[in-house]
């Protein structure tokens, strides 16, 4: 059983920069790829990026370039460092684990997440 918590969500403008972390409990993080999603009102829970075992990432277009994902084993947690943020940003964001044998995965439907954290708003004004 993996709990996740995130934290770091806000109120920024457009073009800001914000910072969201989210803190695993248990002994096992490093079998676990990872990954942040989004919630915008009105839509459907969506991939922003993952990190697999080994330290390799995904993203979504939408945020490639602005986004970065990174993970720290020894802390159990995962970051996300969001630049240049646009109003449509906005959203709940959600941390995700998923427990995998295979090093290399990054599971990008959350189907194949096996924990959730309990989300963090981000809200972008124009």
């Known amino acids: 059983q993996v709990q996740l918590v995130e934290s770091g969500g806000g109120l920024v403008q457009a073009g800001d920069s914000l910072r969201l972390s989210c803190v695993a409990s248990g002994r096992t993080f490093s079998s676990y790829a990872m990954g942040w999603f989004r919630r915008a009102p009105g839509k459907e829970r969506e991939f922003v990026a993952g990190?697999?075992?080994?330290?390799?990432?995904s993203y979504a277009d939408s945020v490639k370039g602005r986004f970065t994902i990174s993970r720290d084993n020894a802390k159990n947690t995962i970051d996300l460092q969001m630049k240049s943020l646009k109003p449509e940003d906005t959203a709940v964001y959600y941390c995700a684990a998923d427990w995998t044998m295979f090093t290399s995965i990054i599971p990008v439907k959350t189907t194949d997440y096996d924990y959730w954290g309990q989300g963090t708003q981000v809200t972008v004004s124009p």
């Open positions: 990190i697999n075992r080994n330290g390799g990432t």
